[in-house]
């Protein structure tokens, strides 16, 4: 430990050397460095004496016998070092105790006879230090809540984490959430290990799991790495997992019968047979996981991916929207770009219904999921449509439209696409639009755009300063963070036309706010844009 800790202040150092003004870099490289800068820093301190005093306070306790004295000076650091002072927290501790006690077979062994009698010395002196306490094991059913705020440093340059975005197990950014069947979010690699040990219940809850069945959290992902980008942080990568696929069907012979029937009536020369069996699957695949894989099983994406050229709108809509309904379930992503799908989506999103266009856009979002879906689709002619229905759609369209772009454009080879696909000027016009109903959407597009050299000329040459100048009181927080990562974009280099304009339309008071209250991004954004503003107006 000692010697990364070595090797951390070595790197902090040598980043810390570098002088931005002799390189010929982007500001967005040196957003990069500095982040990576703030990273090493915070590596730094880290590790410290009370390190240290943890373990040995551990240590001589472990050790000691049941009637031997303690110090309550060491039983008080180590309730407080081991965030172990709530009752809450106590019977967390104490279930999992129990749980490694039922995993040895009632044959506990030295060392869990030891922790348990730890565990007990630090309740007793819980108690005893808070009369007030309720009784341990009256708490024994209550679940331990994992929605307390995690503390912001005002020192540090890290955004704090929301809870929700958080494993309620291992308390890290979520890479790939997963929903368990009680309703609750985790990793993907913490709930597996939790299930592969043996256990039958939520963590969070102590519910029976009625499935084992992990679907992935498309929608929190979503979030997530829209608040990454927002927040200057790479978006966490799903891992690739080694664990075998357990997502097997548990549908009935019955029902898998059904299935096949419908399957036969897909391939049926008759329209309206194809038409309803099309809806039903469609149906069928909304309806739960089980019925998701087994559909995919019985081989039924290849025959709806034919649907998806019918000259029949209504079977057409259907068939997208199965595919849709399919692709929640994560295996079945694979299958269906590995059937060719993405063509036909991107003809439906083209000349479909309103209705299918929509759902078009949806299964877009959904696949570009996985990262290298988003280099296929991307390539696929996707980009344009899906502009053309974030201008014309449905309010429902167009955030489903701007779901998909924004996820599509995380990749760096799609920005330039969807700038030459005419994005900026729909995106200024939702930004002015009654209702500003697409305001966040549109934000948090043109802040990824701007970073890229067509984005920045488009917006500017949309009259971007202007627009945010004009927005820029009324917005909420997130908004206006995201603006001002714009106009700092807008005003590098030999812009300083952007700087007077946005200066005479009142941005002031606003971006000093934000340098004040802003998180740490924000803050540096407003930051920047006021010295500039200081320098050159």
């Not at 110090?71 to 106590?90: F, N, S, Y």
């Not at 069996?277 to 069928?284: F, I, S, Y």
């Not at 570009?368 to 014309?392: M, Q, Y």
Request: glycine share 8%; net charge neutral.
């Amino acid at each position: 430990m000692n010697k990364f800790h070595e090797v951390t202040a070595q790197l902090e150092q040598a980043l810390n050397g570098i002088s931005y003004e002799n390189l010929d870099i982007s500001d967005e490289v040196k957003e990069q460095v500095e982040l990576v800068l703030a990273q090493f820093r915070r590596a730094k301190g880290r590790v410290d004496a009370p390190d240290v005093e943890l373990h040995e306070d551990l240590l001589s306790l472990y050790n000691k016998s049941n009637d031997a004295a303690t110090d309550p000076a060491v039983l008080r650091r180590l309730a407080d070092k081991l965030q172990l002072m709530g009752i809450v927290d106590l019977t967390q501790e104490s279930l999992a105790l129990h749980e490694m006690v039922d995993a040895t077979g009632g044959d506990p062994g030295e060392s869990i006879e030891k922790m348990s009698m730890l565990l007990k010395k630090i309740k007793d002196f819980v108690q005893t230090e808070n009369p007030n306490i309720e009784a341990f094991a009256g708490e024994k059913g209550n679940p331990p809540s994992c929605s307390g705020q995690v503390s912001s440093d005002k020192n540090s340059k890290a955004p704090v984490i929301p809870v929700d975005f958080r494993c309620p197990i291992s308390l890290e950014l979520m890479k790939d959430p997963v929903i368990v069947s009680t309703g609750q979010t985790y990793e993907r690699a913490c709930i597996e290990k939790w299930l592969d040990a043996g256990h039958g219940t939520c963590p969070k809850t102590q519910q029976i799991l009625a499935n084992t069945v992990l679907t992935p959290n498309y929608v929190l992902r979503s979030l997530i790495a829209q608040w990454c980008e927002a927040n200057g942080i790479e978006p966490p990568k799903r891992p690739s997992s080694t664990r075998p696929s357990k997502t097997t069907s548990a549908c009935s012979p019955a029902e898998r019968t059904k299935i096949e029937s419908l399957l036969r009536k897909l391939t049926s020369s008759n329209p309206e047979d194809q038409r309803s069996a099309a809806g039903e699957v469609r149906l069928l695949a909304k309806r739960n996981a089980d019925n998701r894989v087994a559909i995919a099983e019985a081989g039924a994406i290849p025959l709806l991916v034919g649907l998806l050229s019918t000259p029949d709108s209504r079977t057409q809509e259907h068939a997208v929207t199965a595919l849709l309904n399919l692709s929640i379930c994560e295996d079945n992503k694979g299958s269906i770009i590995s059937s060719g799908a993405v063509p036909g989506i991107v003809h439906v999103l083209k000349k479909g219904s309103m209705e299918a266009r929509e759902n078009a856009a949806a299964t877009l979002f959904s696949l570009s999921v996985v990262d290298e879906n988003k280099i296929t689709i991307g390539a696929s002619g996707a980009i344009p449509p899906l502009v053309t229905l974030l201008s014309e759609g449905t309010q429902r369209g167009k955030k489903d439209a701007a779901t998909a772009l924004f996820n599509l454009c995380i990749f760096q080879g799609n920005k330039g696409k969807a700038v030459r696909a005419g994005v900026v000027p729909t995106l200024m016009r939702l930004l002015t639009e009654p209702g500003g109903g697409m305001v966040d959407e549109a934000l948090a597009i043109l802040a990824i755009l701007a970073s890229h050299a067509e984005g920045k000329a488009s917006i500017g040459s949309a009259g971007g300063s202007a627009s945010f100048g004009r927005g820029y009181w009324e917005w909420i927080p997130r908004n206006r963070e995201n603006a001002a990562a714009v106009l700092v974009h807008l005003c590098a280099g030999d812009h300083q036309h952007h700087l007077a304009e946005a200066k005479e339309l009142g941005v002031m008071a606003p971006l000093v706010d934000l340098a004040q209250n802003g998180t740490e991004r924000g803050k540096r954004k407003a930051a920047q844009l006021l010295e500039r503003m200081t320098r050159f107006v």
